[in-house]
């Protein structure tokens, strides 16, 4: 079976803000006259979901009721299913699985669990800009453990930081983005296991935003945290959706697993409180949907379109734009782009150079509020072509531009 990854997909005026909300607000500025904006910020899709979604959907729609429900049998299999055989994960029962309304609230309702608000919170930086707002808005102290760089320019954790940052700070929860936004590290289970022993060591528990796991590129493997040791199992909260994988946010539907029945039953209470993290049915359907077989040979297209937009993308960077460091994600679909070097070459501020992309229609992402002061995000999940139509602007109006010093 073979699922359409060329066409451009028209979302003008159908609820999405990678396209209505450019030039407004908290989106990329709009382009001059005579360039088409090229949606490359917010991190969703530009492809059409895979089609048992929309039939799912449907079919659930075409019955005339609405009212209350439970999750069904076909939800929690589904996903039991698809962890094992995607993820390989072994024991995983009904009863260590929950709804969320979102990664970001579970992530919140697992720490008023473990934490008291203005309690220290670990987190690696560059740092999602979502995980920001939410600590913050809900009073937790950010301490950051920021990523180094090794010879060859990959992004490493720094585990001496990680436990001096710990000790110093009293850390009892940390939020581990695994793989990793914005920088695309899929960190190995060596990687992850030197992690959890320093977790083990100082009692800290771990929630693992796994969000991103369905997108892997170019052969690597996704190592659940949960998996790499019996403490990281039992003191980890995995979040979990479909949403990244197949462009379902606008639904709005994440789930969580917790083998540990202290945390999952105290979790679950606290998620209550609000009265409003409660699953929408046509949400549920889309994950059966999602999760079908059909969704396996989708998503498995999917990963070969994507690594073949990254490749082109970062065989570009390196050839052409000299002074713009960037390393290849190995998951995501972003690429996280450094352009310090660019600008001081240039006597260019990160202002001028995201003004003169967002001019010629390249519509990436401002990268300092994910802590890096020089850094730039695009989003990749299109069709190939127009990644090609966007870094040909850059080449010619941007990076490579007559008249820049």
């Known amino acids: 079976m073979k699922f359409d990854f060329e066409t451009m997909l028209e979302r003008h005026g159908m609820d999405a803000i990678a396209v ?39 079919r659930r729609a075409q019955h005339p009721a609405f009212g209350y429900f439970s ?32 990664v970001l609230g579970g992530v919140v309702s697992t720490l008023n669990v473990l934490c008291s608000r203005g309690d220290a919170v670990l987190l690696q930086s560059p ?26 320019g990959d992004w490493r954790l720094d585990y001496e930081d990680m436990e001096r940052k710990i ?11 695994n793989p990793h936004n914005p920088c695309g ?8 296991r030197q992690a959890a022993d320093i977790f083990e060591k100082h009692g800290v528990w771990v929630i693992s935003d796994e969000i991103w796991s369905d997108l892997i590129l170019n052969g690597h493997r996704h190592t659940p945290f949960q998996s790499v040791s019996e403490y990281a199992r039992s003191h980890t909260a995995a979040l979990y959706a479909p949403s990244k994988t197949f462009n379902l946010a606008g639904l709005v539907g994440s789930y969580h697993i917790i083998y540990n029945n202290w945390l999952r039953e105290r979790q679950a209470k606290e998620s209550s409180l609000s009265a409003y993290n409660a699953m929408n ?17 989708w998503l498995d297209q999917l990963r070969e379109v994507l690594s073949e937009n990254v490749n082109f993308a970062c065989d570009t960077i390196w050839s052409r734009f000299p002074g713009v460091s960037v390393r290849k994600p190995e998951g995501t679909y972003m690429l996280f782009l450094h352009c310090e070097e660019w600008c001081k070459a240039h006597g260019k501020t990160l202002e001028d150079l995201l003004k003169a992309g967002t001019d010629v229609g390249v519509a990436w992402q401002d990268g300092r509020p994910f802590h890096d002061p020089w850094g730039i995000r695009m989003n990749l999940a299109l ?7 966007a870094f040909s602007r850059l080449e010619r109006y941007v990076f490579n531009a007559e008249g820049i010093r």
Request: glycine share 8%; aromatic share 10%.
């Open 127 to 152: 740092t999602y800009i979502g995980f920001t707002h939410a600590l913050e808005n809900n009073g937790y102290r950010i301490v950051l453990n920021p990523l180094t760089r090794d010879s060859a």
């Open 185 to 192: 590290r899929v960190w190995t289970p060596e990687e992850l």
């Open 281 to 297: 049915v046509l949400s549920m359907h889309a994950l059966t949907g999602a999760y079908s077989r059909e969704g396996e040979t």
């Open 20 to 58: 209505d909300e450019i030039g407004r607000g908290f989106a990329p500025a709009g382009p001059k006259e005579g360039f088409d904006a090229i949606p490359m910020w917010v991190a969703d899709m530009n492809f059409a979901t895979c089609p048992a979604i929309q039939e799912a959907v449907i």
């Open 71 to 102: 999750p069904s049998d076909a939800y929690y299999q589904s996903i039991i299913r698809w962890q094992g055989t995607r993820n390989r994960v072994s024991g995983l029962e009904q009863k260590h699985i929950g709804y969320e309304n979102g």
């Open 383 to 389: 069709p190939l072509h127009m990644v090609k139509e």
């Open 167 to 177: 000790t110093e700070n009293n850390i009892h929860a940390a939020v581990f983005c």
